[in-house]
C-alpha cells in the first residue's frame, strides 16, 4: 500500500506526515508537494530539513506558472471566495501525478485538515476520488496548531518563519488570495515587496478585465464592495493604531488541497 501526503509545507502536513512515516515507515511515504512558484524562501528550507528528518524525499510538482499567471490566463482574479489558483497549480498537478504514479486500488492520500475542520472533510474524501483520503488530525488525540508546532520545535524542526512572523499559513509566501485583511496588513508590514507586487498584479487585472474587482471585500457600513490592495494600504497608512489591532480585520484561511478539491 502507497500512503501520499499532500504534504503543503505547512505545520499540519508534518504533522500529518509524521503520523503515516510512523505508522507505516518512510519506504511506504510520499510526500507530494506542489510549488506555486511564489512561496516563501524559507518553506524549501523546512521542507529540506523536515523531508531529512522523516527520512522521505519531497516529490515536488508544478504547474509552472504561479497565482498571478493563471489569474490572466483564466481573465478571472481570484478571491477570498473563489481561487483559480489552487485548482491550477495544486489539485490539478497533484491529479496528474497521481494518475501517472499510483493505482487507486492500493493508495492512500491524507490531508492536513484536523478535527476544527470536519465539516470540510466530505468534499474533500469525494473531490480526490476514486483515492481513498484521510484526515488523521481529525481523530483523537486532538491537537490545535500551536501544540503542533511546540511538538515540531520539541523535536529539533526550526518552525516555518512565516508562523514566526505572525501569519496563520505557509503558503505563497503569506500573499494568499483566500487570506483576510488581516494577512494583507502582515503582509504589507513585513514583506512590503511581496504586498506591491500583488497590489499592482491586481491593478493590471482590473485593467485587463475593464472592472472594478478585487481580491477583498469591504464589508464596512452593511454594504459590501471591493477592497483593493491599494486602498487597504492607504488606510494602514493613514491608521496610527497598531496595523493588527484593527477590529474590522479578518484573517480568512487558505483552503489549498481541500476546498475545491472536488472541482479538480
Ligand atoms: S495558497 Fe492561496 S494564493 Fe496560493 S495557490 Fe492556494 S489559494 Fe492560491
Not at 500500500?1 to 507505516?24: D, F, N, P, Q
Not at 518553506?43 to 498571478?68: C, H, M
Request: hydrophobic share 40%.
Amino acid at each position: 500500500m502507497k500512503h501520499v501526503v499532500m504534504w503543503s509545507g505547512g505545520i499540519t502536513s508534518w504533522a500529518v506526515a509524521r503520523l503515516v512515516v510512523e505508522r507505516y515507515g518512510p519506504e511506504n511515504v510520499t510526500l507530494l508537494f506542489a510549488d506555486t512558484l511564489i512561496e516563501d524562501e524559507d518553506l524549501y528550507v523546512f521542507n529540506e530539513k523536515a523531508s531529512a528528518q522523516l527520512g522521505v524525499p519531497i516529490t515536488r510538482v508544478a504547474d509552472g506558472r504561479d497565482p498571478w499567471q493563471v489569474f490572466e490566463d483564466k481573465r478571472w482574479l481570484g478571491n477570498t471566495r473563489i481561487a483559480q489558483c489552487s485548482l491550477e497549480l495544486k489539485l490539478k498537478v497533484c491529479r496528474d501525478w497521481l494518475e501517472a504514479s499510483t493505482d487507486p486500488a492500493d493508495t492512500v492520500l491524507y490531508v492536513g485538515i484536523d478535527w476544527t475542520e470536519t465539516h470540510r472533510l466530505p468534499a474533500i474524501v469525494k473531490g480526490w476520488l476514486p483515492w481513498k483520503t484521510l484526515a488523521p488530525l481529525a481523530e483523537p488525540p486532538y491537537r490545535d496548531k500551536q501544540q503542533i508546532l511546540a511538538e515540531a520545535r520539541s523535536v529539533g524542526l526550526d518552525i516555518p518563519r512565516l508562523y514566526k512572523l505572525g501569519f496563520a499559513h505557509n503558503n505563497c509566501g503569506g500573499a494568499c488570495v483566500k487570506g483576510g485583511q488581516a494577512q494583507w496588513a502582515r503582509l504589507l508590514a513585513v514583506f512590503p515587496e511581496r504586498y506591491a507586487r500583488a497590489e499592482a498584479a491586481e491593478e493590471k487585472m482590473r485593467r485587463l478585465l475593464g472592472k472594478d474587482v478585487s481580491i477583498l471585500r469591504d464589508r464596512t457600513g452593511g454594504t459590501t464592495r471591493p477592497l483593493t490592495l491599494a486602498t487597504l494600504r492607504t488606510r494602514i497608512e493613514q491608521d496610527r493604531t497598531d496595523q493588527l489591532s484593527f477590529d474590522y480585520l479578518d484573517w480568512g484561511g487558505c483552503g489549498c488541497f481541500t476546498d475545491t478539491a472536488e472541482a479538480a
